[in-house]
């Protein structure tokens, strides 16, 4: 990471940047909004807006924003960061306008305007930050995390990983690595001398204790994935059979059609829900069943589909309805069996439920948050893929040194440390190609 004081420089020969500004805050009216300015001539846009003398740095100050007519547009906050200690690592400015519609489209509007200054492309904000060094690609996927965080858990996740949690786990491991690898060089260096101690013991230390914090991680990882991603469960079962009813109740209104005749519901309905700081997808499935047109058996194919990539089912059945024959090929471990309608009777399964009278319900989602909280246990690390990938390659060249420092082969373990330094440095996002950061970066919103 970049030190404050220091600053972001076009390499030689390069063009000069061209100053992007973009809205920061969302969409929509609202008391305040947040417009930023970032590049070379971020002092001269301010200027022409703010006029001079403009406000010392850091210090927000409320100045009128006029056009290059001298027509008021609005009173706004304004503020500037020196380059080298802003978001970016460029001149950058702030100015926090009233958020009507029209204000904040009078502002960009005026900006657009000024020679060298252009609307920012998604993430460019934050494309400039990575590039001068003021926060790594690992920093960058926690961010995007964080502003997509719909739960509780979500956010603690992203919040650990934009705190630069990983950066600095990365770190100590590439400490004990640099260790290892000076210590194995030695030996290569001087291999003719008498080296004056064993330095095997030492390197093998230092390897296991750096598998082992990787394999803790990549552990930890699959659940970390999920809770990033979100929970699927699917709502299955015969037709009638009180799919859409329990629907509706978790939903607390009429968001699926319920009806006496089978084979109402046709597409997946989902409902995202907050269980206890889960993110939970519910999908109302149709009735699974043979069908008797070809736009049921569409939705039956659907339904299945879905089930099967599902986190979780919940198969339905009730007194008046028959199990479904495809409940068999569907079922894995940690689903539940729920006896429906249970305001008619008692049946067999892991619990019973009322959709009509609300009972059971309760229990119900407690099952539900017990068995997928299970499956995110600890406080995993490496929540995306990408991630994910990097450290499994570092796991792998770490496992080929230490079986390469047994059989004494020191070469081979000097180039396979320096395959895990590779590893670590596509897991933080030091090096990475270029399809893969305008992947990241495009997911952002303009103002970032």
Known sequence: MMDAGSEARPAPGAAPRET??????GAGVAGIAVI????PATETVLSRLAGEPLPPLRRAVLRDLRDEAGELIDQAIVLRFAAGASYTGEAMGELQCHG????????????????????AEPGEFTRRAFEAGRIDLAG?????????AETELQRRQAARGLGGALHRQ????????????????????????????DVGPEVARLLAGVRAGIARELALSAGAERLREGFEVAILGAPNVGKSSLFNVLAGREAAITAASPGTTRDVLELRYDLAGLPVVFLDTAGLREAVDEVEA?????????????????????????????????R?????????KGDLGAGPGDLVISALRGEGVAELLERIGAELSARVSG??????LRQRRALEDAAGALARAENALQGDEAETVAEDLRATFRALERLVGRIGAEDVLDTVFASFCLGK
Not at 107 to 114: F, P, Y
Not at 332 to 340: A, E, I, K, S, Y
Not at 379 to 384: I, Y
């Open 100 to 119: 009507g519609r029209a204000v904040v489209a009078a502002v960009l509007e005026a900006l657009g305007r000024q020679p060298g200054c252009r609307l």
């Open 332 to 340: 894995q471990p940690g689903d539940l069996r729920v006896w429906t």
């Open 298 to 330: 569409i939705g039956v194919a659907r339904a299945q589909e879905r089930a099967r990539g599902a986190a979780m089912r919940l198969f339905l059945r009730s007194g008046d309805a028959a199990p479904a024959a495809a409940e068999e090929c569907l």
């Open 20 to 25: 992007i500004f973009a809205p920061a805050s």
């Open 140 to 148: 960058i996927e926690a961010l995007g995390d964080l502003l997509a």
């Open 170 to 197: 990365a770190e100590a491991w590439r400490e004990d690595l640099i260790r290892a690898a000076a210590l194995v060089e030695v030996t290569i260096d001087w291999a003719d001398e008498e080296v004056p101690e």
């Open 36 to 39: 930023r300015v970032s590049g």
């Open 379 to 384: 406080e995993g690390l490496v929540g995306h």
